[in-house]
């Protein structure tokens, strides 16, 4: 059973930083392209950065130059490291695979207020 776990999310003031981590069980992680989602209040799901299995990033337009998608296969983990935050970044942050996501997990709250 395919399990997404993250963390690392909370309440920054804006031009903050926060590193989110993703712990993935019950699938093949190592090969698998993974990516981190995120879904603001009233707003559909975006995705905000994608990875290969062998560790090659892709941003979305609105974070790059701030965030920096990578993965530890040996541990089944992925991050996201945030930097420069903006309120426009709160959100709940979510991992899963790409591009056919399974099911989600429960996500991790990023909110960017002074």
């Known amino acids: 059973q395919v399990q997404l776990v993250e963390s690392g999310g909370g309440l920054v003031q804006p031009g903050g930083s926060l590193r989110l981590s993703c712990a993935a069980s019950?699938?093949?992680?190592?090969?698998?392209?993974m990516a981190w989602y995120r879904q603001a209040p009233g707003k559909e799901r975006e995705m905000v950065a994608s990875i290969t299995s062998y560790g090659r990033g892709n941003y979305a337009d609105f974070v790059k130059g701030r965030f920096t998608i990578s993965r530890d296969n040996a541990k089944n983990t992925m991050y996201l490291q945030m930097n420069s935050l903006k309120p426009e970044d709160t959100a709940v942050y979510y991992c899963n695979r790409f591009p056919n996501p399974a099911a989600w997990g429960q996500g991790t709250q990023v909110t960017v207020s002074s």
């Open positions: 019950g699938f093949f992680f190592s090969v698998n392209s």
